[in-house]
């Protein structure tokens, strides 16, 4: 029988390096998933068959006198030197996004707030010394690295279409248009935030669904003269002003039944500008 073997209730630590020797290295897709009580002496029992992670003295074991690492970093390092990496560009930055954060809350460099009941390493350990249950947690936490991947694939794809926007002034300040189809308000805000680009306006269209959406971060602006002009424009659309009357919407991959906007993207911005 192939197997990887962790500790049995394995750390997100653990956890990562099996899923990423599972997902992008074919050696090991089909291998099962063993546990023991944590042990580092156990190097000489390693084989092509039965490897360790994160425990086991093994060559994906970090727990050795002078390695600062984690057992998710030393298998990334085994990916990257056997070529096994996506060919994907930025599938590869995502991955390494989530090499570095997985490091960091291994190594306890990361905030304090990282590990509080509302975080993947709190709630995929289920804490008890069963093997059923550390079982139960790999699958888990597998499922939950799968969407974090995913999150991170759309935010590289978002931060590449973001160098693509338009920006201009209008009666509400700052403006950005944008054409994306992972692009979010979440996004706009940390761009506007934390690389300090502003932004008071956003218009977002989803070419997938040719949705449409204005908002703003600012709780002083009231976007219902965007709303009306857009009505009278195109009077045959699903228009929605929101009812805090920051958003204006028209369509999204959570309506996809909704009848799309005819105006295009230029159109769109010379609706903002034009009020």
């Not at 809350?105 to 709630?123: H, K, L, N, Q, W």
């Not at 947690?137 to 991170?152: F, N, P």
């Not at 706009?188 to 908002?215: E, I, N, S, T, W």
Request: charged fraction near 30%.
């Amino acid at each position: 029988m192939k197997i990887l073997v962790t500790h049995i209730n394995p750390h997100l630590d653990d956890i990562f390096a099996i899923w990423l020797l599972k997902k992008y290295d074919p050696k090991y897709s089909d291998f099962e998933i063993d546990f023991i009580s944590a042990s580092h002496d156990k190097a000489s029992e390693e084989t092509e068959d039965k490897v360790f992670v994160g425990t086991g003295g093994g060559k994906f074991d970090e727990h050795k006198e002078g390695l600062k690492t984690c057992a998710g970093s030393l298998v990334f390092d085994h990916l990257k030197q056997a070529g096994l990496l996506p060919k994907d560009e930025l599938e590869v930055k995502a991955l390494e996004e989530a090499v570095e954060w997985n490091k960091k809350i291994d190594m306890g460099t990361i905030p304090i707030e990282a590990y509080d009941e509302f975080s993947v390493p709190a709630f995929i350990r289920s804490k008890d010394n069963k093997k059923e249950s550390s079982l139960k947690d790999v699958e888990l936490g597998s499922k939950i690295l799968e969407r974090i991947m995913e999150g991170l694939k759309r935010k590289q794809q978002s931060l590449k279409d973001w160098e693509g926007r338009v920006e201009f002034e209008s009666k509400f300040g700052k403006s950005i248009a944008v054409k994306s189809d992972t692009i979010d308000r979440p996004f706009c805000k940390r761009m506007a935030r934390f690389a300090k680009q502003g932004g008071d306006l956003f218009l977002l269209l989803a070419p997938r669904y040719h949705g449409v959406q204005y908002f703003t971060p600012s709780q002083n602006l009231d976007l219902s003269p965007i709303y009306e002009k857009v009505k009278s424009m195109d009077s045959e659309a699903d228009w929605f002003l929101h009812q805090s009357h920051h958003m204006v919407l028209c369509g999204s991959s959570a309506a996809p039944d909704a009848k799309p906007t005819k105006l295009t993207f230029e159109q769109l911005i010379e609706v903002a500008k034009s009020i």
